[in-house]
């Protein structure tokens, strides 16, 4: 047994006999790596992949496994959890790298879990429009949230605030009215990073968008 991180290369050095190195479990190869060891291949290497996830490789010998001649190589590679995200959706075995290559930017990932372990329905902090212009927030599931309010993730509300001035207000003349609603609907389809009429902060100015700007439409600031 051997412990090794991700890139690295394993050698095996030649004591005696003839033996094979072969990737697998209960004698069957799983094709991952199967070389002789033996006087005339007396040091065998096999390069664990740099992006390999952490992890055991069982290997063994074949003319001797049922003798117990066996080995591991645990990998102490790249860390994978699940991730969230998509309101409700959830892969697991993702790396972080990975988790947030997904086009939604409000994912979460959880490292080392599996989705039933990480609960993508878990509560977390909802900024909704309190009538006036302004917000309150309220704790309950990322689906529910949308569209109307903004997603602050799952914290609890004691760990965000949402006095963000007045969402909506995008011509900034005090007054949430006509004038906001055709500047979001002169973009709206349209992705974007951290434009004003992304109201909702999902990377695309959407339907969602324009349903928040209609709860609070006519309101003032």
């Given at each position: 047994?051997?412990?090794?991180?991700?890139?690295?290369?394993?050698f095996?050095?030649?004591g005696?006999?003839?033996h094979?190195?072969?990737?697998g479990?209960?004698?069957?190869?799983?094709?991952?790596?199967?070389?002789?060891?033996?006087n005339?291949?007396?040091?065998?290497?096999?390069?664990?992949?740099?992006d390999?996830?952490?992890?055991?490789?069982?290997y063994?010998?074949?003319?001797?496994?049922?003798?117990?001649?066996?080995?591991?190589?645990?990998?102490?590679?790249?860390?994978t959890?699940?991730?969230c995200?998509m309101?409700i959706?959830?892969?697991?075995?993702?790396?972080?790298?990975?988790?947030?290559g997904?086009?939604?930017?409000?994912?979460?990932?959880?490292?080392?879990?599996?989705?039933?372990?990480?609960?993508?329905?878990?509560?977390?902090?909802?900024?909704?429009?309190?009538?006036?212009?302004?917000?309150?927030?309220?704790?309950?599931?990322?689906?529910?949230?949308?569209p109307?309010?903004?997603?602050?993730?799952?914290v609890?509300?004691?760990?965000?605030?949402?006095?963000?001035?007045?969402?909506g207000?995008?011509?900034?003349?005090?007054?949430?009215?006509?004038?906001?609603?055709?500047?979001?609907?002169?973009v709206?389809?349209?992705?974007?990073g951290?434009?004003?009429?992304?109201?909702?902060?999902?990377?695309?100015v959407?339907?969602?968008?324009?349903?928040q700007?209609?709860?609070?439409?006519?309101?003032?600031?």
């Open positions: 047994a051997i412990t090794v991180n991700a890139g690295d290369a394993v095996w050095i030649h005696g006999g003839s094979t190195v072969t990737s479990t209960d004698c069957v190869p799983d094709g991952r790596f199967d070389q002789p060891l033996d005339f291949h007396p040091l065998p290497f096999y390069v664990v992949p740099s390999e996830p952490t992890g055991v490789i069982d063994y010998c074949t003319p001797h496994c049922l003798m117990g001649m066996l080995g591991t190589i645990s990998v102490e590679g790249v860390p959890g699940a991730c995200y309101n959706l959830c892969d697991e075995d993702m790396t972080e790298e990975e988790c947030g997904q086009w939604d930017p409000d994912y979460t990932w959880y490292e080392g879990m599996n989705c039933d372990e990480a609960d993508c329905l878990a509560i977390g902090a909802c900024c909704l429009p309190d009538g006036s212009g302004g917000f309150v927030c309220q704790e309950m599931v990322q689906e529910s949230c949308m109307n309010g903004k997603w602050m993730g799952w609890s509300c004691d760990e965000v605030t949402c006095d963000q001035g007045c969402i207000d995008l011509d900034g003349d005090g007054t949430i009215g006509v004038d906001d609603l055709l500047q979001l609907l002169s709206y389809g349209v992705a974007c951290d434009c004003p009429e992304d109201l909702d902060g999902s990377g695309v959407d339907v969602d968008d324009l349903l700007l209609l709860s609070v439409y006519g309101t003032d600031c």
